[in-house]
């Protein structure tokens, strides 16, 4: 199984609830497991959903889509085998509905290894392949409103910048340069001219996220809410009118220019992850620990939960094609 450990581990890591997690691996024995079967292409009315079987153990890491009753299950990606482990998080499927990118991050016998960016074919005809280079740790991709381009986190010298590239890895471009602050989770508006995300001022554990936005090309910023709160994950709605972001890790929504925010589900000690529109803008799908998925319309009402019986850490909506 897998050892948690705190960020600077710089290990392995698991977007979960908004927040990173790193972990080492153990050397218990653990099953063989393969690919799984290409599945026949999904389509509107299906969430993406990363997961593992049990939450005790996040390195058995899967991929794949269900329909919204949690029925029809069709993985595209599961644990490699071969004495190896890996973890999958932060789903964001492309604006046609038919590509899948993602983090991920494989540990073998000898030790954990870093996450980064990839992406599959949600009917699984190829294998995942990895959209960046380099060996620093990634996560959080978003596929920009056209499908041109993927934004993601990328840790330089210790602290999380956001960066975006083509959607095959070229023309890199820096949205940020703060060596002594994180960014993290960045969501494009539905035009694709900003790109919201939290910034954490001290770094992610000595502090509460701020909620930013700035342009597509990374050159002009703007603060939308900050206090003694954390606000992290955000998502803008598909008619750019509201954003749904996670305030201390639980899921609220606001309006896109950060007044009227108010969170949606009761406060306790669980943790939610970065909620997802409907293509139709009616409901939210989130997570919510040890691995529920729910949705919920976006004035809070009709919760419901997912009856997906494995442990999801991260969901996102199939849209309309």
């Not at 509201?242 to 969170?263: C, H, Q, W």
Request: with cysteine; glycine share 10%.
């Amino acid at each position: 199984m897998l050892r948690w450990a705190l960020v600077p581990a710089l290990v392995f890591v698991l977007a979960f609830a908004g927040s990173l997690a790193y972990f080492a691996l153990d050397d218990d024995e653990r099953p063989d497991a393969g690919r799984a079967a290409a599945p026949k292409p999904a389509g509107a009315g299906r969430l993406v959903v990363t997961y593992s079987v049990t939450a005790d153990n996040p390195d058995e890491g899967f991929l794949g889509s269900i329909k919204l009753d949690g029925s029809d299950l069709q993985n595209v990606i599961e644990p490699p085998g071969d004495g190896h482990a890996a973890t999958n998080g932060s789903p964001s499927v492309s604006p046609d509905g038919t590509t899948v990118a993602f983090q991920r991050a494989v540990a073998g016998p000898g030790g954990g290894g870093p996450p980064f960016i990839y992406v599959i074919p949600l009917d699984g005809s190829k294998p995942e392949h990895r959209v960046t280079r380099g060996y620093a740790p990634e996560v959080d991709p978003a596929w920009s409103p056209d499908g041109k381009r993927v934004a993601f986190a990328r840790q330089v010298n210790g602290a999380f910048d956001l960066f975006s590239c083509a959607a095959d890895g070229s023309e890199l471009t820096r949205l940020t340069d703060t060596p002594s602050a994180d960014e993290l989770s960045p969501a494009w508006s539905p035009d694709g001219s900003e790109i919201a995300f939290p910034r954490y001022e001290n770094g992610l554990e000595r502090g509460s996220g701020d909620l930013r936005i700035v342009t597509a090309d990374g050159r002009r910023e703007r603060l939308v809410v900050g206090d003694e709160h954390d606000y992290s994950a955000p998502a803008w709605s598909p008619d750019g009118r509201r954003i749904a972001l996670l305030k201390d890790s639980r899921v609220s929504v606001a309006a896109a220019d950060g007044s009227e925010l108010r969170p949606l589900t009761p406060a306790g000690d669980f943790k939610e992850t970065r909620p997802s529109w409907s293509p139709d803008g009616r409901r939210l799908a989130f997570t919510r620990d040890p691995g529920k998925i729910l949705t919920m319309r976006p004035d809070g009402a009709q919760a419901a939960r997912v009856p997906f019986d494995k442990a999801a850490n991260g969901v996102a909506w199939v849209p309309a094609r």
